[in-house]
């Protein structure tokens, strides 16, 4: 009986001593979420040093995004260019010079136009042009064998001199005169140019 009864009180007290606990835990608990809602804090600021981190980071990805769209369209648009012949690259030249066809600019479009000519009657006539003035050029023009070349004496003759009132008498030209030096220049490109390669 004796031991009976020690049981009974002892299953008694741990059930009190259990139900103390858990009231206990209970009661921490709602303090702990009484102490959890709370009201919303404004935003915490960002240290100066992360922003510097996170912009360098940005600014790689960015670089490296770059970096990447330029490698493929090179590689999808990387067709190879064809060599351009002597006369095309003469055309592309010339082209260059359309900006200085103004009035304010008539001597240094005479000083382009007539070098683009030059360089090219060297390069495509085998002749010496560029360290000739016009009128020993011409007249090594008239003693030449070159029959291509001495068929646009007149058209070079006329070509050359204009360009040369332009630039050594500081003339001025109108547009519409430029605009036909220009044509004269192109069409003796054209007609002379190197015959198509099919």
Same mark, same amino acid.
């Given at each position: ?89 003469? &055309?592309?030249? &010339? ?21 683009? !000519? ?9 002749? !010496?042009?560029? /360290? ?7 007249? *090594? ?7 291509? &070349?001495?068929?646009?004496?007149? &058209?070079?003759?006329?070509?050359? /001199? ?22 004269? *220049?192109?069409?003796?490109?054209? /007609? ?7």
């Amino acid at each position: 009986m004796k031991v009976s009864a020690w049981v009974r009180r002892t299953v008694r007290g741990c059930t009190g001593t259990a139900l103390v606990a858990g009231f206990a835990l209970a009661g921490g608990a709602l303090a702990k979420a009484e102490e959890d809602i709370r009201d919303i804090r404004g935003p915490k600021a960002v240290p100066a040093a992360s922003r510097l981190v996170i912009a360098v980071i940005v600014g790689v990805i960015i670089v490296t995004l770059c970096a990447a769209y330029m490698i493929r369209r090179r590689h999808h648009h990387g067709a190879p260019r064809r060599n351009l012949t002597l006369s095309e690259q003469t &055309l592309e030249r &010339l082209e260059g010079t359309k900006p200085l066809m103004q009035p304010a600019t008539a001597r240094e479009f005479g000083i382009a136009a007539s070098e683009v !000519i030059r360089n090219y009657i060297e390069k495509r006539f085998n002749v !010496i042009a560029t /360290q000739r003035t016009t009128e020993e050029f011409l007249q *090594a023009l008239l003693q030449s064998s070159n029959e291509a &070349l001495a068929r646009h004496r007149s &058209l070079l003759a006329e070509f050359l /001199q204009q360009c040369d009132f332009v630039k050594f008498a500081g003339a001025s030209l109108a547009v519409t005169d430029m605009e036909a030096l220009y044509q004269s *220049a192109r069409g003796f490109v054209l /007609q002379t140019g190197e015959p198509a390669v099919a």
